[in-house]
């Protein structure tokens, strides 16, 4: 009869052996160039071998988190784009933009479609916020002065994102096709008419040769009245046109923050500050010095002219005679003045 033995198990390998084993195959090091060792270098590979982290600086000012200070407009209003991109996607597929299905399409989502008009609400109040949130983002930057150099350039495509911002609410505000938005885009639209050598109403217009079928006003309708082609032209521009020029900028604005410094904080006069302003001024005016043609230091300094012979001093009056019992003072060596009195005590 043969003896049966009692099934043992094997044991697993250590987690470290299993571990180890991962991280040190082929394919792990060919997704995963660096090990996760806190030091200051994995710290810094961390951001600068990630897609997605290397727009961002590897070290933060301290005020760059402080919210009292940049309010975190910038970063919610890039928070409401996403989401905004988000359930635009997803509104898309039950929007059709034609004349004859928008408005059904628009009053189907808000009655027929399961979480219709949560999805709806969610698209219109997040762009309502993002329109406030990058004024106030702006009006951030100008209060604590973030437009001044080195800054300049990134200042200006600020000021761009936010016209497009406007540009994106105004192209949306037309899509559901009723008659708050129909009479909005034309009131809107009729403005562009008086735009200077752009509009047929404008300045200039007669000799241009501007007239309502070949304005700036048609470009946008798509013709002289509000209609199907107008719907098709801010769809596309709303959908597809504006945001990837926003995504871009959006791109550059984000890597010029990192590459002017970080975000700007507030003055702070240190000893270092004071002698990179010094260095600057010296430079500037060494700059100054070579445009206007005034020699440098280092360079041949014209002769100074002669200086003129003094004329002769006149004679001194003879000192009054002294009194009578004291001793007169000793003049003072190499004709100098005698010192004060009060000196000598």
């Known amino acids: 009869m043969a003896l049966k033995l009692p099934f043992v198990p094997p044991k697993p390998p250590p987690f470290e052996k299993v571990k180890k084993n991962v991280t040190q195959s082929e394919a792990w ?9 806190d030091n200051q270098r994995n710290r810094a590979l961390q951001i600068v071998d990630n897609v997605f982290l290397h ?8 005020h760059a988190t402080n919210y009292s200070f940049t309010w975190g407009m910038g970063g919610i209003t890039f928070l409401l784009f996403i989401h905004l991109t988000v359930t635009g996607i997803i509104l898309m597929f039950w ?3 034609t004349e004859a299905f928008a408005f059904q399409d628009m009053k189907a989502l808000m009655t027929d ?9 969610l698209h219109r109040w997040a762009a309502h916020a993002m329109v406030i949130t990058v004024m106030l983002h702006m009006f951030r930057v100008f209060l604590t002065g973030s437009y001044k150099p080195p800054r300049q350039f990134n200042w200006g495509v600020g000021v761009i994102l936010l016209l497009l911002t406007f540009l994106l609410s105004f192209t949306g505000y037309l899509l559901p096709w009723d008659q ?7 009131v809107g639209t009729n403005m562009a008419r008086a735009v200077p050598l752009q509009g047929s109403e404008g300045p200039f217009s007669n000799y241009l040769g501007l007239r309502p079928d070949n304005d700036i006003r048609f470009i946008l309708l798509g013709g002289t009245q509000v209609g199907e082609p107008t719907l098709l032209r801010f769809y596309v521009g709303h959908c597809i046109f504006l945001p990837f020029i926003a995504a871009t900028l959006m791109a550059v604005h984000f890597w010029r923050v990192r590459k002017d410094g970080g975000i700007s904080g507030p003055v702070v006069s240190t000893k270092a500050s004071e002698g990179a302003k010094y260095i600057a001024e010296k430079m500037a005016q060494k700059r100054l010095s070579q445009i206007k043609g005034v020699p440098t230091n ?3 300094k014209p002769a100074a002219p002669a200086k003129a012979a003094p004329a002769p001093k006149p004679a001194a009056a003879p000192a009054a005679a002294p009194a009578a019992g004291t001793t007169p003072a000793a003049p003072a060596p190499g004709g100098a003045k005698a010192p004060p009195p009060w000196l000598k005590k």
Do not use: E, M
């Open 29 to 37: 090091k060919s997704i995963f160039r660096h090990s996760y060792q």
């Open 180 to 186: 708050l938005s129909i009479w909005a885009v034309t």
């Open 95 to 97: 929007y059709r933009p």
């Open 113 to 121: 479609v399961a979480f219709g008009p949560l999805l709806r609400n």
């Open 298 to 300: 280092g360079a041949a």
């Open 55 to 62: 727009l961002h600086p590897v070290r933060v000012p301290r």
